[in-house]
């Protein structure tokens, strides 16, 4: 009982810091979702084109994103391409997007990639026959299907994203972890960081509910 009485002063004297966070935290997801799939389409159409400079300049990008820690690149982008002294300064928030997207745009591409190779060439044929450009083949008729196949590993990385945002501690951004970081430092208390693990496991349990609610709309499809 004492537990609980400690947890619920604790939610109510962090809510203002977590409302703060939270907000933080849902903007870098949102933003980096809106900019991240864009890219993964574009990533998979140049993994996939047979012009070889596009290719392999799609291939090392991939390779660098998905072959190092996204902490690394975050503090990377931050500190490394920041050089005060010839006026160029990366702020905190456009950094951490910035890291974000090429992140996740290389793991998206390689999962839209996974999912236009999976459609039968049959598809492109029936385009043909009707008409169509590859342009309108790939966008109206692939591209649909893909979407559909890929779901479930689309869904997998959007909760994961969900949880990456905390990593953007490290170059001092007010999220929902460093909230809690500091009030657990102040109170010397892990009380702080149990009320922002709650909140972390809301979001995603919604997150996970919409996504799950999502797959079903287009089983039928499959």
Do not use: C, H, W
């Amino acid at each position: 009982m004492e537990f609980l009485r400690n947890l619920g002063s604790n939610i109510v004297m962090l809510m203002p810091q977590v409302i703060s966070g939270l907000k933080v935290t849902l903007e870098i997801f949102a933003i980096t979702l809106i900019l991240s799939i864009p890219l993964g389409i574009v990533t998979a159409m140049g993994r996939r084109s047979k012009i070889k400079i596009i290719n392999k300049i799609t291939s090392i990008y991939v390779l660098i994103m998905r072959g190092t820690p996204l902490l690394l690149q975050i503090v990377f982008i931050f500190f490394g391409l920041s050089i005060p002294s010839i006026g160029i300064v990366i702020e905190r928030f456009p950094a951490a997007i910035l890291a974000f997207t090429l992140n996740y745009g290389a793991y998206f591409g390689e999962i839209f990639r996974a999912g236009i190779d999976s459609i039968d060439e049959g598809q492109y044929e029936a385009g043909q026959v009707l008409g169509m450009s590859n342009t309108d083949i790939f966008f109206r008729i692939v591209l649909p299907q893909a979407f559909k196949r890929v779901l479930p590993p689309i869904t997998n990385e959007i909760v994961t994203l969900i949880k990456d945002t905390a990593l953007v501690y490290v170059i001092g951004l007010s999220d929902l972890l460093k909230v809690g970081k500091v009030a657990a430092n102040r109170d010397s208390s892990l009380m702080p960081l149990l009320v922002i693990g709650i909140v972390y496991l809301i979001l995603i349990g919604v997150l996970s509910k919409i996504m799950e609610k999502i797959e079903k709309r287009y089983e039928y499809y499959n």
